[in-house]
């Protein structure tokens, strides 16, 4: 149903339209009490099996909404209704800013993919704070936050700028993630440096450390699937060294050739992050890479052209404890966690795996011995 729907109506819609109606659709059902109730019921459903302990979380699950989806924490409770195990929330800057100019998102349907170039749109991290502050969870579910550079912000002002989101943010957030990888902020990436990278993970942490002294906010930084290895395990090692809690990998990038694009010439020259079906592979190499490297002492995130539950079941047997969705959703639709779940249990119920604990990494460490 949702397929026809898509292409008769989201398909020959501007995409970035198409998101804010479909997401206003969402936000809608979650503030409509028998409504909510009704679609959480069917697209939902718990699997015990698949309970997920992680970051020193409880979750129903290892399947999350990967960050740019809902960017100003609007729709958490939507998207948990859809069956989200957590939600990750931004990119959200130190600075409100209005992103880069439209057209900035583009559907490379035959590849089931998209381009990206929003360049952080987000209303600042004063606002996003103010509202998660005042957020009343209809549904609990954990919610992680996804902090990036201001533009504006020269490279070499970068720290202060990461670390004014955190004194915001950090309290309101079960985790926090640095982002360096957006392929769409000048000079971002630069920063996944390991000499540019250190200073700015130590700040992070501080700073996080100084304004919740409660708990411990787990902190995790995002990376490119456009590292060379041995930068891959600069920062697996540096993330050691820092003591962080988690790597997530990975974002979109900025390759072409040689993923075997089916799209028009036009479209797959539009500059920005490709996301989607097309970085699967790489993706999940540099998984298996971080997860040789770091074992189980750190969280790994697997994202990257997760379409199926097979997809996601190779990422956990690749190493990721949690594993997360976005371009996906837009071509699959509101069943697309409900079948990630059924998927995944069933999976797990035919291996020889007792718990998906188990199952975390094993392929990895078979692939070693």
């Excluded at 991290?125 to 969870?137: F, G, T």
Aim: aromatic share 6%; net charge positive.
């Amino acid at each position: 149903m949702y397929k026809i729907f898509f292409n008769l109506v989201f398909k020959r819609m501007d995409p970035e339209a198409a998101h804010y109606m479909a997401f206003r659709w969402i936000r809608l059902a979650a503030r409509t009490p028998v409504l909510r109730t009704f679609v959480a019921a069917a697209l939902a459903p718990r699997y015990e099996e698949l309970r997920t302990e992680a970051l020193g979380l409880r979750m129903h699950g290892p399947f999350g909404l990967a960050a740019g989806f809902d960017k100003n924490a609007v729709a958490i409770d939507g998207m948990s209704m859809l069956g989200f195990d957590h939600i990750e929330i931004g990119t959200v800057t130190a600075e409100a800013q209005p992103g880069n100019p439209k057209k900035r998102l583009f559907r490379l349907v035959p590849d089931r993919a998209l381009i990206n170039r929003m360049g952080f749109n987000n209303e600042g991290s004063a606002a996003v704070a103010d509202r998660l502050a005042a957020r009343q969870a209809v549904f609990r579910t954990v919610v992680g936050v996804n902090i990036g550079k201001t533009k504006v912000v020269p490279e070499e002002e970068a720290v202060g700028d990461y670390v004014t989101s955190t004194e915001r943010l950090a309290r309101h957030a079960d985790y926090l993630v640095v982002n360096v990888s957006s392929p769409n902020t000048p000079g971002l990436r630069n920063l996944q440096a390991t000499e540019s990278l250190r200073p700015l993970l130590t700040a992070v942490r501080e700073a996080a450390d100084r304004v919740v002294t409660d708990r411990r906010v787990p902190l995790l930084v995002k990376i490119a699937p456009d590292l060379a290895d041995e930068d891959v395990d600069a920062v697996a090692d540096l993330a050691l060294e820092l003591g962080l809690d988690g790597i997530i990998a990975t974002n979109t990038t900025i390759a072409r050739d040689g993923l075997g694009l089916k799209s028009s010439p036009s479209l797959v020259k539009e500059t920005g992050g490709l996301s989607g079906a097309p970085v699967k592979e790489r993706s999940l190499e540099v998984l298996r890479r971080l997860y040789a490297r770091v074992g189980d002492r750190l969280v790994l995130v697997g994202v990257g052209g997760i379409e199926n539950a097979e997809d996601a079941w190779q990422r956990i047997l690749a190493g990721a404890t949690l594993i997360q969705g976005y371009s996906a959703f837009i071509y699959e639709g509101p069943c697309y966690a409900r079948a990630i779940h059924k998927g995944l249990a069933a999976r797990l119920a035919a291996s020889p795996y007792a718990t998906l604990a188990d199952a975390v990494g094993a392929e990895t460490r078979k692939a070693a011995q």
